[in-house]
């Protein structure tokens, strides 16, 4: 069974430095998603980035960032300049290996505070 | 282009009404897939389709649960009869089921606004 786990429940950084959110998955097959998702405070999920298991380079958007170490099984998600709009919950979640299968496991989020 | 719409974004009702959630998944997608969220158990899969047919309703509490998707652009959760318990933020997904290339995102599930239900 696939499994995700984010170690961080909370984090609280400074406005306009760096934030990495850790991730760390589970499983046994070559071939799989990675995903993150912010949730802010008004509910909504919201997509910010796709790794797939084969791609050779990390994925970027704006700025966001996902540090993607295959042999540690972790897929890091780092934001950099953090804004106060970036307070939210981020999920980390994983599609499975048979492609056949679309159920998602997420991880129980981790809570991030920017402070100004 | 819309995103996945959702409705009613609020629901209060009484313990044993009937509840009806609404999604319309984003056009050309042809993956749906149903949430539950509550503080206690995290993101629940409740049931997926795919082409308009249920995959896996594993995630389904029970019986007083039942879901449809009549057609490519409309799916309905049902609870009958609502429990205080079901209190939770329903979510609604969809995708497009596809390969799996490098480089993209074709799998990625975008979300609905939520449905926040509360059963008294």
């Known amino acids: 069974a696939q499994k995700i786990t984010q170690t961080q429940p909370g984090m609280f950084v400074q406005e306009k430095e760096a934030v990495t959110l850790d991730c760390t998955y589970d499983t046994s097959d070559p071939s799989y998603g990675l995903f993150w998702y912010k949730q802010p405070s008004s509910g909504e999920m919201i997509f910010l980035i796709y790794q797939g298991s084969y791609d050779q380079q990390n994925a970027t958007e704006g700025r966001y960032s996902l540090n993607f170490q295959k042999a540690r099984k972790s897929a890091n998600l780092v934001i950099s300049a953090s804004q106060l709009g970036d307070s939210a919950m981020y999920f980390c979640a994983m599609s499975p290996p048979d492609f056949g299968n679309e159920k998602l496991t997420f991880g129980t989020g981790t809570r991030l505070t920017i402070i100004p | 282009d819309a995103g996945v719409i959702q409705s009613p974004r609020h629901e209060v009702t009484e313990m044993g009404q009937e509840v009806t959630l609404r999604c319309k998944p984003i056009s050309g997608h042809n993956s749906l897939f149903w949430y539950r969220q509550t503080m206690m158990r995290g993101l629940e899969l409740l049931i997926y389709?795919?082409?308009?047919?249920?995959?896996?309703d594993s995630g389904m509490p029970e019986d007083r649960f039942s879901a449809k998707m009549p057609n490519a652009s409309f799916s309905t959760l049902k609870i009958q009869p609502s429990e205080p318990r079901d209190s939770a933020v329903y979510f609604c997904?969809?995708?497009?089921?596809?390969?799996?290339?490098?480089?993209?995102?074709?799998?990625?599930?975008?979300f609905g606004p939520g449905t926040r239900l509360l059963v008294l």
């Open positions: 997904a969809s995708s497009i089921k596809g390969q799996r290339l490098a480089g993209g995102d074709q799998e990625t599930q975008y």
């Open positions: 389709f795919n082409n308009n047919v249920p995959i896996d």
